[in-house]
């Protein structure tokens, strides 16, 4: 009897657990085959409940007004396009996560920021993201296609569109911002920019002249400084295979690590240590970049230029101050994919969410509503100014319910109002400066890495050991560089660079 | 077999009461067991976690592919090791301690005290840390080594002081919870047993020896098979966080999870990090298996199952 009841229960919970995992494989295959049917029918439901889309995407701090932010968007795309729109805000940490979550059990999703500075090419290759073919887009997005141009290469794998890459700074220079005083008293001339030499004989006079404060320190925790200052060739992602020379000469693969230009900078970046010119412990100290660059006790930090950083940092630090390019602006995959609007799998209706990315691009409206709020309320403009806006009246940084500002993450930068702080010219500014950077070769190429993960994984393991401490100058190259090189070799670089070299073979073919 | 109907009617209400419970469990602890099997799947978000193609055991390789992998098994294991003993030992000792204090006052601030740390954030902890060990600023280098007429030392940039500074830091975080445990047990311990010992003319050492230890020896035994079990995991935030990342003394501070967390980070591969965790599993579950085995070999009255 006992045994009748015992496998009753199994019975039950046989049956419990079929009936779940069926329900977990139908959702999978539902949202799969919806997509499908979508794609095929051009869907505009008259008299039906319009359509939401859902967009997730990551901030730097959460905003107390984004409800009132999210209707008043929604009302003015609804007018538009007849579709609601709702969004899906998240911090940093874990931003990815919850996405994947999202993705993989089905979840409501339509749109999302990806990066290719982050897992762009892996949400590529394992499908969490829909690749659109160029006809739909065109049809549905024209404005966007139109907008991007050629920087569409960059979220093109195989033919298909997998994104659209935001209006911002397409390119990275990377300089030091200087205090203005330190620009006054040493004599420097911050536009005209600064050759390694210069800072040579620069560090060197700053060093001598200012012995409370430290002359230089990197932008960040982890950011060295041979990739802020030396840096001349395109990482091609992972920086585990590169393009000398800013990927202007042939399309030849090299091993950044065994080159003596790296030899060279890691020895420059050691002297500049050992000279102590450096902040100490600048791969380890949580406190560099603009927290330490307030207390007033470093003269400049290296750091990424583009037009708005002098303002930006004259505002976060409250020290005025200038910057000078070191390293021209430079485009490559990887800038100009930084951030990814990117429509999921699980998406089901990508034509109005493309026709949606498609007002992100060319409708001012749209965009202010969403990167500066809701004008009277958060905003209002300069008087006589088309651009400049400020706070309302009795509106401060403090009590604003939305300072988000993130101009970068979302469709054309170009829309943008801009704060009244900034030079009212900015766009021009950013269009000039996007229009003259130096441009990769091999710019559109995204290296999938899924045939030889097991030592990509090895690698980048090897890269997290050495290369901070040594492109930071903290440990000594004479020891360390063989040994870093030979790690690299055990683990495989020259396998992930072959299969590079074969893909960008590949992909320079078709152009 | 009327008995055994009886017997079960009798328990039947037991039985239902219990049936939220064990639903919980299942779906809960069980269900999601299934998701292993994305440890052999090259995971592609448009099939789904069952409907993807097979890897075989292609994502456990980047785990075995370098020297790497000898370093972090053994760091992980050997700090697991030292902490488990570290910690066993001090938490007893303290127990032991707070259970002779007599004033009530005394005891309640006593046990705040070393209780506080193991409720601090690791990130906290990290920063006290870097107050301490920063060349800049730091309390050791500007406050103890300068003034002594020693040159400084960049302590993030020097594996071999870490096997020491990362066992203190985790026995000033953590060694109060353990004797917060012990403690509990030891003050239920029948006072008659103390009282016949001083009858008897033991000394103090000899009570803790002969009656204290023996009767804490079943709650040691769990909570070090307990630890055992985790010896493949490491506290990621310790590893991690307390070492500010600082690549220059991975060799003496990287372990499984921050090997998997920094690699895994870049790559984005679902299957990898899913790979990575049936390993450490697999293994720790292998361990709990056999030092059990070992113990039923050694005393079985003390052996868990």
Redesign the interface.
Known sequence: ??KK?VSKVFAL?LAA?TV??AC??ES??QS?GQTDKSETNDTVQEGEEPYTIVYAFDVWVQQADWDLVEENLSNIVYDKIGAKVKLLPMTGANY?QEV?LM??SGEKLDLVNASAR??FS??VT???LLGLDEETVRKYAPDAMEVIGDYMEATTVDGKIYGFPTIRDMASAYGLILRNDIIEKYGIDADAGLTVEQLDDLFARIKEGEPDKYVTQPQS??TSILESLFKTYDGLG?TMGVLMDWGQGDLTVQNLFDTEYYEECVRKAREWNEKGYI???A????DTGVAYFKTGKVASTMSLIHPGVPTDSTNMTGIPCSTAIVNPAFGNTQTVGAVIQSI??SCKNPEKVLEFVNLLYSDAEVYNALVWGIEGTHYQHVKGSEKWITYPDGVTGETSGYTLSATYAFGNRYLSYIWNTDPEDLNEKYEEFNDNAIKSKALGFVFD??PV??????V???M??????LENG??DPDENLPKFRQ?LK???IDTVIAEKQRQLDEWAATK | ?YK??KK?KKLLPLYIMALPALVYL??NNY?PL?GMVVAFK??????????SDWAGF?NF??LF????AFIITRNTILYNVAFIIINTFLGILVAILLSEVTSKKALKVYQTVILLPYLFSIVII??LV?AFL???VGFINKGILEPLGKSTI?W??ESKYWPIILPIVNTWKSFGFQATIYYANVISIDKSYYEAAQLDGASKLQQVRYITLVLLKPVIIMMILLAVGKIFYSDFGLFYQVT?????I??TT?TIDT?VY???I?????G?SAAAGVYQSVVGFLIVLITNLLLRKISPEDSLF
């Open positions: 009897m006992k009841i919970l657990c779940l995992s977990g494989n999978g295959n799969v990815q994947n993705i993989t982050t897992t892996s949400d394992s499908n969490k925790q982890g992972d902040l100490p412990d791969s380890t100290n949580p999921p799998v890495t899924t993960k097991a030592e990509a994984a090895a980048q393991a090897v997290d050991e050495y290369r901070l401490p903290v440990i790690a055990d683990a495989g | 077999m055994r109907l079960i299942f779906i269900l299934t090259d995971f592609d978000y448009s099939k789904g976690i069952y409907g292609r390789l980047f592919k370098n020297s790497v990290s920063y870097f920063s060349t800049d960049s993030y940039n500010q990342n600082s690549g220059a991975y060799s990287n090997y920094r690699t895994l870049q790559t984005g591969d679902v990898m």
